[in-house]
């Protein structure tokens, strides 16, 4: 061990908090950074205290509850800190990665010695005060207020032809994914919703292990396959049971440091799990303009790129999450990484993903990596990947951690360039006759019915056509029997009728 690099990062503390208290108040977002930060502390153990003093820099994923411009630094006050930075990601399920890798190449590079990390959200306080109109009270920030920088890229998520199809939040765009990856699957819709009640049932098999998952009552597969008065039908083909559930009030952090301040603060050598890549990257921005809608090149090119570094192949992966906000993104990952979903042997969690487990907005995957900290400390020649998505299956991270020391320093790739130069396609406004449906869904109201329709046809160029309806006679005539079946007439306006 005297010849491992001491600015080698390493992850020595892990903290999770799940608050469920019905009949009590609920910690605002605020607090419960500060909980999940003292609780990965205390994870350190005695030295604790000592690397909270050292913490160069504090950084938290961006937050969908409380929007002030440098959370970061309120967390720092609230804990009695005075780092050197606050850093903040940019919005996406994707940041915990990309903080973890920024921070990780500092401590590589001798900037800083010792970093925390945090994410969460008090969904249940937020709720509330956005439906009282009342607003939550919570601490505020004075204008001109930043963080010293922030991680990542972002931009808005939807092209106009997207947006006038209807495709305007991820509700909406990974069903259609989804039905993407049914075709080439050759699934009937019967049997493509077996397989996801089967799929999503081992995640809520996990999560009933986990003591922080937000729901441990573990569904079977034909609970979550199939419509219920408690299991309502939101999309084609997704259940409300297949969908990520934001409304949680939890939180995440952890504590990263390099090998040599984790030896100053005797810190024991099998508390420590290393970090020995990240990579990131984004698909073609838009959508629209992939060239298939049922595959990911960046994750390909990421989950690549931080195995090849590790010196991994996939099947020296012991722990894995995929990340799980819809039952397509796992689909898609797995295929790029080539991850066989039917392995009994190892589970693609570690947390139960983002239904049961919990899907606290952006902060997720600080939550699938403490749990990874945990799997990893105190084993021997065992290695974890996590992996990580924003937007629209858009944005992509991955991280490697291992029991053991690397056998190459640390490295955060950016892949951008190779997925650049993939095949992509053009959106098209214009008219289009008789196009068979590439991909689809159904959007449902609460009382179970259909109330729009949303299709994807490619013209005789190759060319991508997105459009909706809403009238009843329409959606019923598309709904009848399999629409993947369909042929349908784009009338240039976003709107559709069926053809045949």
Not at 61 to 72: G, Y
Not at 357 to 379: C, D, E, F, K, Q
Request: charged fraction near 20%.
């Amino acid at each position: 061990m005297s010849s491992l690099d001491p600015r080698t990062p390493v992850l020595v503390g892990a903290g999770q908090i799940s608050h469920k208290a019905p009949d009590g108040p609920v910690p605002s977002t605020p607090e419960l950074l500060e909980l999940a930060a003292r609780a990965a502390l205390r994870d350190v153990g005695e030295a604790g205290p000592e690397l909270a003093a050292r913490a160069g820099i504090v950084a938290v994923v961006d937050l969908f509850s409380w929007t002030v411009p440098d959370p970061a630094a309120a967390l720092a006050r609230s804990l009695g800190i005075t780092p050197n930075e606050t850093v903040l990601s940019a919005r996406g399920g994707n940041g915990p990665i990309g903080l973890l890798g920024a921070l990780s190449t500092d401590i590589q590079e001798g900037r800083v010695d010792v970093t925390l990390i945090a994410g969460g959200e008090a969904m249940t306080p937020f709720m509330k005060a956005v439906k009282s109109g009342e607003g939550t009270g919570w601490p505020t920030q004075p204008e001109g207020t930043t963080p010293s920088r922030i991680v990542g890229v972002d931009r808005e998520p939807g092209h106009p032809a997207e947006l006038a199809a209807g495709l305007i939040a991820p509700v909406f765009w990974y069903p259609m994914f989804e039905q993407a990856v049914r075709r080439s699957e050759g699934r009937t819709q019967a049997e493509h919703q077996e397989h996801l009640g089967a799929l999503w049932a081992r995640f809520a098999a996990v999560a009933a292990n986990n003591p922080y998952a937000w729901s441990r009552d573990a569904p079977d597969a034909a609970a979550i396959a199939h419509p219920s008065p408690s299991n309502r039908q939101v999309s084609a083909p997704y259940t409300k049971l297949m969908n990520a559930n934001i409304q949680v009030d939890q939180a995440a952090a952890l504590v990263l440091c390099s090998v040599q301040a984790a030896r100053d603060a005797g810190i024991p050598e099998d508390r420590w799990v290393y970090v020995t890549s990240t990579a990131g990257a984004h698909d073609h921005w838009f959508g629209g303009e992939r060239a298939d809608l049922g595959r990911s090149p960046a994750i390909a090119a990421v989950g690549t790129a931080a195995l090849g570094h590790a010196g991994l192949g996939i099947d020296d992966v012991d722990h894995l999450d995929l990340y799980s906000c819809f039952p397509v993104a796992v689909q898609v990952a797995a295929r790029e990484l080539g991850v066989d979903l039917t392995d009994e042997t190892r589970a693609p969690t570690v947390t139960g993903g983002l239904t049961f487990a919990g899907g606290p907005a952006n902060a997720y995957v600080v939550h699938s990596l403490a749990t990874l900290v945990t799997r990893l400390r105190g084993r021997s020649g065992e290695h974890a990947l996590a992996t990580a998505v924003g937007w629209y299956l858009t944005k992509h991270g991955a991280a490697i951690l291992s029991s053991d020391p690397p056998s190459a320093p640390f490295a955060a790739l950016d892949v951008q360039n190779k997925v650049d130069m993939l095949p992509s396609r053009s959106l098209t406004t214009a008219a289009i006759h008789a196009a068979p449906v590439e991909t689809y869904t159904a959007i449902y109201d609460h009382t179970g019915e259909a109330t729009m329709a949303i299709v994807s046809v490619l013209d005789k160029a190759g060319d991508r056509g997105l459009a909706k309806s809403h009238d009843p006679a329409v959606i019923a005539a598309f709904l009848d029997g399999d629409p993947l079946e369909r042929t349908v007439d784009l009338d240039g306006e976003a709107d559709f009728t069926v053809s045949a």
